[in-house]
């Protein structure tokens, strides 16, 4: 079973940085998908940002790129995702999600239908 623990959110003012990890565990993730999606009270879970664990690639939400940057650590099983230049309206609670990508995206890369797995959330708030 995919285990997704997520850290690292906190209270930031606007224009400062924040780093969230997605601590990955439960598979060999060579094929996968992780992504951070992220869900403001009221609204609905948005796409921020997903990478391709084996090469790499990686894709961006529009109101992120630019500022935000996912990456990941092989050795320690782990997605990061870098946020800079914060605004209060990146305010949300920051979820990590995996998905098996062996036969490619099942739907829109943005799409939270193509998870199976989710992380707890970590809080992410941007004051200004």
């Known amino acids: 079973q995919v285990q997704l623990v997520e850290s690292g959110g906190g209270l930031v003012q606007a224009g400062g940085s924040l780093r969230v990890s997605c601590a990955a565990s439960?598979?060999?993730?060579?094929?996968?998908?992780l992504g951070w999606f992220r869900q403001a009270p009221g609204k609905e879970r948005d796409f921020v940002a997903a990478?391709?664990?084996?090469?790499?690639?990686?894709y961006y939400a529009d109101s992120v790129k630019g500022r935000f940057t996912i990456s990941r650590d092989n050795a320690k099983s782990t997605v990061y995702l870098q946020m800079n230049k914060l605004k209060p309206e990146d305010t949300a609670v920051y979820y990590c999600?995996?998905?098996?990508?062996?036969?490619?995206?099942?739907?829109?890369?943005?799409?939270?239908?193509?998870?199976?797995?989710w992380g707890q959330g970590t809080q992410v708030t941007v004051s200004s």
């Open positions: 990478i391709r664990w084996s090469s790499g690639i990686t």
């Open positions: 439960g598979r060999t993730f060579s094929s996968y998908f």
């Open positions: 999600a995996a998905t098996d990508g062996s036969k490619g995206w099942r739907y829109p890369y943005y799409d939270t239908r193509n998870y199976d797995f």
